[in-house]
């Protein structure tokens, strides 16, 4: 059975209009799954058929039809999906396609679409842009739960500046969603963190990065490595810089504190 994404613009808005094009795929034997507007005056529907020959067959008779005009009519992607959900598409950025913004505000939003990348199987390297106590962390968290996935911190400030060195059991899965925080990666000196970083990396999972410009500085990997750039803020005009977030991770460092910020497993 074929699934498919349908959108149209309303044309010319008259009460029984939707009733119209619900009685015309039911004729069709096109199931209605899911039905919402999405992003000025258009309504997205995901659809399922059993036969694709119906929704060629819909397509064509849409095209007379004056009060509605059908912008897109595919199988549904991830941004169909989320749109359909939650009645609008996610913000992506028009040079760089893989990367994706969203407003603290958003973060419902945010955490169903790392969700659903998370359910995927195979690698999948994500980075995390955003300022200090935007939700970054918290976000990935939450998407793990939703996804039904187990999270490991490689390394993080979440509570204090952890560094993992090696991992125990079942903690070494392919099932797992690994996180680490860029910039106190960049800047462990210990070799046994570093080398498990590698083995991480090459492994079928999904890796999340906090801060992956800063991860990238004097390593092998390259930000177009990414598969997914998130981008978050707490308003459209916050500008992302690392020199207060630096500064930060300098004064957790265990030089500093005298050994008692760092934990090394």
């Not at 799954?33 to 819909?58: A, C, P, S, Y």
């Not at 990997?221 to 459209?236: A, S």
């Amino acid at each position: 059975m074929g699934e498919w994404y349908l959108e149209y613009e309303i044309q010319v808005n008259r009460p029984g209009l939707l009733g119209d094009i619900s009685t015309l795929l039911g004729m069709l034997r096109v199931n209605i799954v899911t039905i919402n507007g999405v992003d000025g005056g258009h309504r997205g529907m995901l659809l399922r058929t059993e036969n694709d020959d119906q929704i060629k067959r819909f397509e064509l008779i849409a095209s007379t039809m004056e009060m509605i005009q059908v912008k897109k009519i595919r199988e549904p992607k991830l941004r169909d999906r989320l749109a359909v959900r939650h009645g609008r598409y996610i913000q992506r950025d028009a040079d760089d396609r893989k990367t994706f913004r969203f407003l603290r505000s958003e973060l419902g939003i945010l955490v169903d679409f790392m969700a659903e990348i998370f359910k995927q199987e195979g690698h999948k390297l994500i980075g995390i842009r955003g300022m200090p106590r935007v939700g970054k962390t918290e976000s990935v968290v939450a998407a793990s739960v939703c996804a039904n996935k187990k999270w490991l911190f490689l390394s993080s400030t979440m509570i204090k500046q952890t560094v993992r060195s090696n991992l125990m059991g079942d903690e070494f899965s392919e099932n797992n969603i690994f996180i680490l925080d860029g910039i106190v990666t960049r800047r462990a000196e210990d070799e046994r963190h570093l080398q498990l970083v590698r083995e991480m990396m090459r492994m079928p999972s999904i890796k999340v990065v906090e801060h992956p410009d800063m991860f990238v500085q004097h390593s092998e990997y390259d930000i177009g490595d990414f598969d997914y750039i998130i981008e978050l803020r707490t308003d459209p005009d916050q500008e992302i810089t690392y020199e207060m977030m630096e500064k930060n991770h300098m004064m957790s460092n265990p030089g500093t504190m005298g050994g008692s910020g760092l934990f090394n497993f």
